[in-house]
């Protein structure tokens, strides 16, 4: 099992790009498992559930397409993570934290309970990004630090001269990062998912 771990701010595009990059690795994978993408849902409201549920110790889980099931985290993530290891063992496992949460550490506790260390993708808005880094320095530098990529989502709502200051402000916290400039509503590039998850995966 591999995993990702998807952090950001509520209302800066994470449950589109969740949805972009799972058809992503369904689309392409070559695995015959019968899940190749599940999700664990840490944000209430963000993906609406409404398909058939699928009963697996305790976990209320639903598909959301062919290939792609979610769950929403009721307990301990690490406990929620083995289940889901045990029960269904998908190919890939998303997390879609809070906006407030720490992925690195979210990171530390899934390697040592299942054995997997995902990678870390954040989503930033480019229209609030400095003013929420002027706000909160230290949960937006903690979140970007050790990151895999950052997506700096909704460039359409800012000019070309503030998208490239925001990519600059985060490589200068993070200068081993992959910082893409996207407009989640139009779409991912694949290019874009073929990057970040390559030969790293």
């Not at 992959?178 to 030969?199: H, M, S």
Request: net charge negative.
């Amino acid at each position: 099992m591999k995993g990702v771990i998807l952090g950001g701010f509520l209302g800066s595009g994470k449950t589109t790009t969740l949805l972009s990059l799972a058809r992503y690795l369904v689309e392409t994978s070559t695995s015959d498992k019968e899940y190749k993408v599940m999700i664990i849902e840490n944000e209430v409201g963000e993906i609406s559930i409404d398909d058939t549920f699928i009963s697996g110790s305790g976990l209320q889980v639903s598909t959301l397409f062919s290939g792609c099931a979610c769950c929403t985290l009721s307990g301990e993530l690490t406990s929620t993570a083995q289940l889901i290891q045990r029960d269904f063992d998908p190919e890939w496992l998303i997390i879609e934290t809070t906006g407030v949460a720490y992925p690195r550490s979210m990171q530390e506790s899934l390697e040592h309970a299942v054995k997997m260390r995902p990678k870390i993708l954040v989503l930033s808005d480019a229209f609030r990004f400095e003013r929420q880094l002027r706000a909160m320095r230290t949960l937006i530098e903690d979140q970007i630090v050790g990151s895999d990529a950052v997506l700096v989502n909704k460039i359409d709502l800012v000019d070309a001269e503030a998208a490239d200051r925001v990519k600059s402000l985060i490589v200068e916290i993070e200068p081993n990062t992959q910082v893409e400039l996207i407009t989640a509503n139009e779409g991912v590039d694949e290019a874009i998912w073929d990057a970040f998850i390559g030969e790293r995966s």
